[in-house]
């Protein structure tokens, strides 16, 4: 189980007594929280938000109760999202310089919060100086560094993913843009200098490790197997480093085939079938069963690999947000509620915690935090004109956190109680039986103890017969009321259950 300490000092020092001073909390009972630094907080009055205003908004996501941060992006880049990256070694200066990252990563440290940044290797820049080097001509030495063909049944097979180099006779590989040519992890060259970037931000800088983009499109399907065993010398080269790391991945497949990468590879990857089971129930009101769904992941993964971790979420910078899927604004509450009581590790995209809204294109999922009525916090980020979390549709942090029966709080008074029962994080769970599928009711089985969670997916009181709960323990959570002569259970309205 990987387990992180942190004491205030310099990068790359280490503090023998640290065990002593700090018990360091498990990977597996953090939760983490998704940050789109161009959106979230200004704090030099550019209108675009920076790593100084993640600092400054540190405090916040401790009061929350996230113990660990994803930053999207922050290599220079010529795009927005910075998915394009022109240097692997610097900050992009629309979100300040190096000693800002540090700065950052000290004062997150010392919250006991875990950084990760995204790490984006399938893919660089076409302005990145190797691919303006490689596509000089088929004798520069930058050439191998990236995939070309001149082989027009390849083109014409995937029409999309290879683009013209001028007059040149070969077309280069970009799965998905042409701004984004592949890299050749064939050659030598590349393979090294990616496992010297990673061992830059983890000793150098003093990341904890990488949200790793595109881990599936390394190589095509057919090289599958090349695809796991570049993920597993990546990670084992890494760990020369004696420092510690989290690698997450995103992988958009199936959980047999992303099983193979947990193997040595990967520690976690994001449970995009969890989410869209998840929004599924919320939308249809009806549990498809997604405590059974849940546990088949795990298994498939357990077939895999010897240890795993499952990274657990609603929607992120990708997909539409949760709350423009769901009909009624009551229903933000439960999707709260059901991804902080399965187990795994939540990450939660930022703005979720207040309602925010958004729908494609990317931008308007992307859309400025709101932290204030207009005009009231100088860091605000308008970088984009908002089109759906606009502050007449989306109650304010500030406004939230006066208000004790807000959202936020909410998200607040959950987390706590995840962190205070770990069954909540890491039990092993089962479906409960003759459970009425408009209820979502499981058990997480724990050393610990085991856990009853049940679910009101309708905008009704439920009332549940409670000798089907077979739950006569203390209540750790309510939203209503058990009869006088506990009976029965009356579920409020999108409302949940937590019962030992």
Request: charged share 25%.
């Amino acid at each position: 189980m990987l387990t992180f300490s942190f004491l205030p000092f310099s990068c790359g020092e280490k503090a023998e007594n640290d065990q002593m001073n700090h018990s360091p909390i498990p990977i597996d009972e953090r939760v983490f929280y998704e940050i789109f630094v161009h959106a979230f907080y200004d704090t030099n009055g550019d209108s675009i938000g920076d790593l100084n205003g993640v600092t400054a908004k540190l405090d916040y996501l401790q009061d929350l109760g996230i113990t660990g941060i994803w930053l999207l992006p922050v290599h220079p880049s010529p795009s927005y999202h910075k998915y394009d990256v022109t240097d692997y070694y610097g900050i992009h200066p629309d979100y300040g310089n190096m000693e800002d990252m540090k700065t950052l990563l000290a004062e997150a440290h010392k919250r006991d919060i875990l950084v990760l940044i995204d790490m984006v290797i399938n893919h660089c820049s076409s302005e990145h100086p190797w691919f303006i080097e490689a596509r000089k001509g088929k004798d520069n030495p930058f050439r191998e560094n990236f995939v070309w063909s001149s082989d027009t049944l390849v083109h014409r097979k995937e029409p999309f993913h290879w683009h013209k180099n001028g007059r040149d006779k070969e077309k280069y590989y970009g799965f998905f843009w042409k701004g984004m040519p592949d890299l050749n992890f064939d050659c030598p060259e590349v393979r090294e200098e990616m496992k010297k970037i990673g061992k830059f931000w983890l000793t150098e800088v003093g990341v904890d490790g990488f949200r790793l983009d595109a881990v599936k499109y390394i190589y095509p399907d057919s090289l599958s197997g090349k695809n796991v065993a570049w993920w597993q010398e990546y990670r084992s080269s890494l760990e020369t480093t004696g420092k510690d790391f989290f690698l997450v991945a995103e992988i958009w497949d199936e959980s047999a085939h992303i099983g193979s990468f947990l193997d040595k590879g990967v520690h976690a990857a994001f449970n995009f079938d969890l989410s869209f089971a998840i929004e599924e129930m919320l939308v249809n009101r009806k549990d498809p069963g997604i405590a059974q769904i849940l546990d088949e992941i795990h298994t498939s993964y357990r077939d895999a690999s010897d240890s795993f971790y499952d990274a657990i979420f609603l929607k992120n910078h990708d997909q539409d947000r949760i709350m423009s899927l769901v009909s009624d604004p009551r229903q933000a509450r439960l999707a709260a509620s059901i991804l902080l009581t399965l187990p795994g590790i939540p990450f939660i995209y930022y703005g979720e915690e207040i309602a925010m809204l958004g729908m494609k294109p990317d931008e308007y999922i992307r859309e400025p935090m709101v932290w204030d009525l207009p005009g009231a916090d100088p860091g605000q980020t308008r970088w984009i004109k908002p089109r759906y979390s606009t502050p007449e549709r989306i109650s304010p942090v500030k406004q939230q956190q006066e208000d004790p029966g807000s959202l936020l709080a909410h998200y607040k008074k959950m987390i706590a109680l995840r962190k205070t029962h770990p069954a909540l994080a890491r039990g092993t769970i089962e479906s409960m039986n003759q459970i009425p599928d408009h209820l979502c009711a499981y058990t997480l089985h724990d050393t610990a103890g085991d856990v009853v969670v049940i679910h009101n997916l309708t905008g009704k009181t439920a009332k549940l017969d409670t000798r089907l709960l077979n739950a006569s323990g203390p209540v750790l959570y309510l939203d209503g009321k058990y009869t006088k002569d506990r009976k029965s259970l009356l579920l409020d309205p999108f409302g949940t259950l937590v019962q030992y």
